[in-house]
């Protein structure tokens, strides 16, 4: 009669562990690691690195951590398919640098993406002043003895 119960459980614990799917996660992820190094040779004081990431209506925005050189962070629980990536670099409140790319997230896999950051154009304005006043600049006073 004990080995009855037994008998019933086995089968349900069976069941129970025959109900986890064996089938790939759904979701997956986009890790990100860049390196400043670059910015910061030009002197350049890099204060945030943020990263978007859409797909169709979709759309998601990281701050990345920055330590020391590297700034880094991962994209998780994404649906499967095609990402638009956009990176902007920042020195205080301005941008110093983008880029932009594409990553595909595929069940089981890790797909590289190489992004390539380019640093924005910026203006330069240059003030150019006479030394002496013009009225100044056109009197001429001759000292000294003339040969001719």
């Known amino acids: 009669m ?5 008998l019933l459980l086995i089968p349900l614990l069976l ?9 790939p996660e759904a979701y997956g992820e986009i890790p990100l690691r860049i ?7 030009q002197g350049l004081n890099v204060t945030l690195v943020r990263v978007t990431i859409t797909k169709g209506g979709f759309s998601r925005q990281m701050d990345l951590p920055i330590v020391g050189s590297m700034a880094a962070g991962t994209f998780t629980d994404l649906e ?5 990536i956009d990176v902007n670099v920042y020195s205080g409140d ?3 640098a983008t880029g932009s790319g594409t990553g595909i997230v595929k069940p089981g896999e890790t797909t590289t993406v190489h992004i390539t950051l380019h640093f924005v154009s ?3 304005e240059v003030t150019i002043s006479w030394g002496l006043p013009y ?3 056109r009197r001429v006073l001759l000292v000294g003895n003339s040969h001719t």
């Open 122 to 124: 910026g203006g330069l």
């Open 135 to 137: 009225e100044e600049s």
């Open 35 to 41: 390196n400043l190094e670059p910015a910061l040779a």
């Open 80 to 84: 499967m398919g095609t990402y638009a």
């Open 15 to 23: 069941l129970f562990a025959c109900e986890r799917s064996t089938k």
């Open 94 to 96: 301005v941008l110093i």
């Open 2 to 6: 004990k080995r009855l119960p037994l």
